[in-house]
């Protein structure tokens, strides 16, 4: 199974201020038909799994435009451009590339 | 507005057997693969399993096996999840979603907890 590895597990942020969160995977994720499929999602407290974040870079609908994804090949990364109280929760980044499609361990960002 | 209503959950001794459903509105359910996903205390993600528009193709992850069965019915729009010969390593909350790998479409259900003890 693809094994991925988020970084840091743990993000105290300020308010206002930018966080980034690494995600590995352990082989490529870049599909047969050429896509990558690299998801992030958001759990807040208390809540379902969200999904911000599909194919590296293409945010769902809804997504404030200060999340944004980049990385290729094997190596991604969430940017947050200006944290605010509701994005208190833990992120995880997520492999749909190969079978079984796994998740990494979460990173929890909280305010400091 | 997409709606994903998980029930059947509940307490069931190791061994036993539960079978989970899922109602799904709100969109085409017969267009969309639908998927079981579950996230055990303390955090962890995972794949359970996935089932295709008609039926016709079904995904498991290792750990389940040979225990778990995935179903659906269009003209209900819903799918099932049966599981038979449950451990204490299955004890979840388990969310029913649906989702498109290159498309914003990606909607999940609020969970349903099972607990699987003695």
């Known amino acids: 199974d693809v094994v991925m590895t988020q970084s840091p597990l743990s993000l105290p942020v300020t308010l206002g201020q930018p966080a980034s969160i690494s995600c590995r995977s352990s082989q490529s994720l870049v599909d047969t038909d050429g896509n990558t499929y690299l998801n992030w999602f958001q759990q807040r407290p208390g809540q379902s799994p969200r999904r911000l974040i599909y194919?590296?870079?293409d945010r769902d609908s809804g997504v404030p435009d200060r999340f944004s994804g980049s990385g290729s090949g094997s190596d991604f990364t969430l940017k947050i451009s200006r944290v605010e109280a509701e994005d208190v929760g833990v992120y995880y980044c997520?492999?749909?590339?190969?079978?079984?499609?796994?998740f990494g361990q979460g990173t929890k960002v909280e305010i400091k | 507005e997409v709606h994903l209503v998980e029930s059947g959950g509940g307490l069931v001794q190791p061994g036993g057997s539960l079978r989970l459903s899922c109602a799904a509105s709100g969109f085409i359910f017969s267009d969309y693969w639908m998927i079981w996903i579950r996230q055990a205390p303390g955090g962890g993600l995972e794949w359970v399993a996935t089932?295709?528009?008609?039926?016709?193709?079904?995904n498991y992850v290792d750990s389940v096996k040979g225990r778990f069965s995935i179903s659906r019915d269009n003209a209900k729009n819903s799918q099932y999840l049966q599981m038979n010969s449950l451990r204490a390593e299955d004890t979840a909350i388990y969310y029913c979603?649906?989702?498109?790998?290159?498309?914003?479409?990606?909607?999940w259900g609020q969970g349903a907890l099972v607990t699987v003890s003695s």
């Open positions: 089932i295709k528009q008609d039926g016709s193709v079904k």
């Open positions: 194919k590296v870079s």
């Open positions: 997520m492999q749909g590339a190969h079978w079984p499609y796994t």
């Open positions: 979603a649906t989702t498109t790998r290159g498309a914003p479409f990606d909607y």
